[in-house]
């Protein structure tokens, strides 16, 4: 998955300039639904800056998983021209070839003095600031688990008759753990996805601030949901040409695959970490909170065509029959 993901020249994720996001790519997200996303994201940093942090400090937004960058250019315009020269932007992209492309966006954006393109968490690191990422965790590298009927044993990728499948292994002893906890309630053939590199991912991005606000956005469920019965092929899917399949080894570097986020694990993680575990809760109540002083601002009025589109947008960020309990949103700090 690593390799078909993130290969330098010719995983999925290799080139951002040919990855189409929105009606013309293979998944949709809240960015590409419009600007109205980052807006949303901006006021609520506005406020929390205001209320919880030492506005006479710098303080840094720092983004991974940026993709295009499009996030980071929607929030510096919904913070305004005139925002705070101590509020920076530092975007994170271990690539060279994808962090020299978004380097040079920002340069013809001029944006290039306001956001900081890093390779990797350490070189982020600030006393005080907020990070978010949107539809990061979805797509770390995760291992495949099949119990049947008496323990649990490892999918891997392998080629016994001369082409990619799935092979079983005996569960190797870095597994062993996820096995225990998972148990044995489960019938022949129950196939899940754990995440070892989440835990180690969350140590590291707990370091990033000495006083902070950490929103991970994301699709996932917790461990109840995650491990349900009736949910006994898992989470794993691929996508490409925007059809969706579990077929991995169909041309591989030019398929996305992803799993659910199991939002149990990344709460024991953080805390683990020394994080406080703030909220888990669904995108529509998040954004609702975030647009409170915007719907005030406009009450009353009649939208005009600027108004309207971002109503519209609005709406579908935060229906609960789109986007507003698709995804999730859990929020860390460290105060």
Request: aromatic residues 12%.
């Amino acid at each position: 998955m690593e390799m078909a993901l993130y290969d330098e020249d010719h995983g999925y994720y290799a080139k951002p300039e040919n990855r189409a996001v929105g009606r013309k790519g293979d998944f949709y997200t809240s960015v590409s639904v419009g600007e109205m996303f980052g807006f949303l994201l901006a006021q609520k940093i506005a406020a929390v800056r205001e209320s919880d942090f030492d506005v006479g400090k710098p303080f840094v937004i720092v983004e991974q998983g940026a993709h295009d960058g499009q996030l980071a250019l929607d929030i510096l315009a919904g913070l305004g021209e005139k925002v705070d020269p101590l509020v920076k932007y530092r975007i994170i992209d271990p690539r060279p070839a994808t962090r020299e492309w978004l380097r040079q966006r920002f340069m013809v954006a001029e944006m290039q003095d306001r956001v900081k393109v890093v390779a990797s968490l350490e070189e982020a690191k600030a006393e005080q600031g907020i990070f978010l990422c949107n539809e990061l965790l979805d797509a770390f590298a995760f291992r495949r688990l099949i119990f049947d009927g008496d323990r649990w044993r490892e999918l891997q990728v392998g080629m016994p008759e001369k082409t990619l499948s799935w092979v079983e292994r005996e569960l190797p002893g870095d597994l062993q753990r996820y096995a225990i906890e998972l148990g044995s309630e489960f019938g022949s053939g129950y196939t899940t996805e754990v995440c070892p590199v989440m835990d180690d991912w969350i140590v590291e991005a707990a370091g990033l601030f000495e006083k902070g606000l950490w929103w991970l956005i994301d699709y996932g469920y917790e461990s109840q949901d995650y491990f349900a019965p009736h949910r006994k092929d898992g989470t794993f899917r691929c996508y490409r040409n925007h059809r969706a399949t579990e077929d991995p080894f169909d041309h591989p570097g030019e398929t996305d695959i992803t799993a659910h986020v199991n939002f149990t694990q990344v709460k024991k993680a953080a805390e683990t970490a020394g994080l406080d575990w703030d909220q888990f809760t669904d995108q529509h109540h998040f954004l609702i909170d975030a647009a409170r002083d915007w719907l005030l601002s406009i009450e009353g009025q009649t939208p005009d065509g600027e108004i309207a589109k971002r109503l519209r947008q609005f709406q579908t960020l935060t229906h609960p029959g789109m986007m507003g309990t698709q995804f999730k949103v859990a929020e860390l700090s460290r105060k």
